[in-house]
């Protein structure tokens, strides 16, 4: 690592991009982790945040800036810190506040690419993200994940494992006419899978328009893995209820083979343009036409992600990426009520946000009536990137002893609960970069194209 002269740091302390400002005695909302959730390596920092004496700002900040501080000016200006707007444990403003950046999906992904002159970047976010970072990254450059372990439901329910011999069995029985599209929240395996077929990668902000131009080329398109995005954007461009095939997610998707299959089902599979993959977000899941139904009879504008049930998007006035729905906050007149069906930490700094422009926000799954079950504080995967996971991260970056474990390559395949990790060889490595990113430069090229 190359040291940078010490130059004076200049630390935001306001959200600069999001406006939301770390306040005095806030709370940082999250449930901290047992100390044998870390790595050994993490185990002395996590000791030390666990021995502070709350989680305001108060406390939190001094002991983080003991050890990011000193990252920061080493590494100056090659060291990019990122994070996704669905951060709990206010990671999100954390890493702005130490100058980092926060964005959706897409925007995250573009991060190395469009910055060759950074070299190092730590990502608090999914370790999908990570990698799709890591597949479009120039040469010269590393990233870096504060937890692999932080991995995302709905894409362990689509591992290559599970997604590949269903693939096969589709690709024995309609060859050149399948098409794979694949939502950003995948492996770069699964990626690679899309770009062997000459399909995408959408996110949830481009999954309209993706859709569509895999619709035009007149081929079956296999959806995967996100079953309500698939579906939602489906509908959008014209598929109808028989053009639509759902097939289980998870191992019960691999469990299912054509061979085996009843000769009525096998005639839907034959007759249905979109084959979606069953698997799907925890989280975005939990929300119910219920819920839409109460807030709007409440006077309330109800915005739901498009990961959310079909008939939860229907009912509701709007769906978007998390772009839109922090688009609509933040065009929203004074007075506006708005209830948000997304990811609860989102939700809870739209809520902040809302309150310091006279509009009031509340989260869609938050009915006051006992029949309706909590959704907790958010999504608990993404949540464990904590603030000592980013403290050890900088740190060790910093002494030169970086955990291999962290380092992203194209093509890792982690296992969320053991954080065991299955790295291809470079041969191997090189082949799945480029077909992953042939389905990622689509992405990029119909959207880029589409904005203008
Ligand atoms: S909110 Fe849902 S889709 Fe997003 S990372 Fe968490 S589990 Fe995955």
Redesign the pocket.
Known sequence: MVAHAHRSLEIDRSMRSSGIALTPGMAICQTDLPLDWYQEEFKPYAEEYLALPDRTPESVLPWMDRYIVPALDHFGDDLMLLAHF?MGGEIVKLVERYGGQIADSYALALQAVRHPDKRVFVESA?HFMAETIALLKHDHQEVWITNPKSG????ALAKEDMVLPVFDDLYARYGEDLLVVCYM?TSGRIKALAGRTGGSVCTSANAGLIMKWAKDQGKKVFFVPDRHLGENSGRQVGYTDADMYLWPGGWDGMKQRVANMPAAELARLDKAGLILWGSY????THFRPAHVDYWRGQGYRVLVHP?CEHEVVKRADGSGSTNYLWGALMQAQPGTKLAIGT?GHFVRNAIEQGAKRGVTVVNLADVPDPRFPSIGCG?A??SRNDPPHLVAMLDLLRKGTPPELNRVLSGDSIDEVSGWRERLDPTSRDVLRQEARRSLEQMITLTEAARG
């Not at 995302?152 to 894409?155: D, L």
């Not at 977000?281 to 975005?284: D, L, Y």
């Open positions: 669905y999914v995302c439901t709905m894409e929240n977000c925890s989280v975005h990961e990811e999504c995967t993404m």
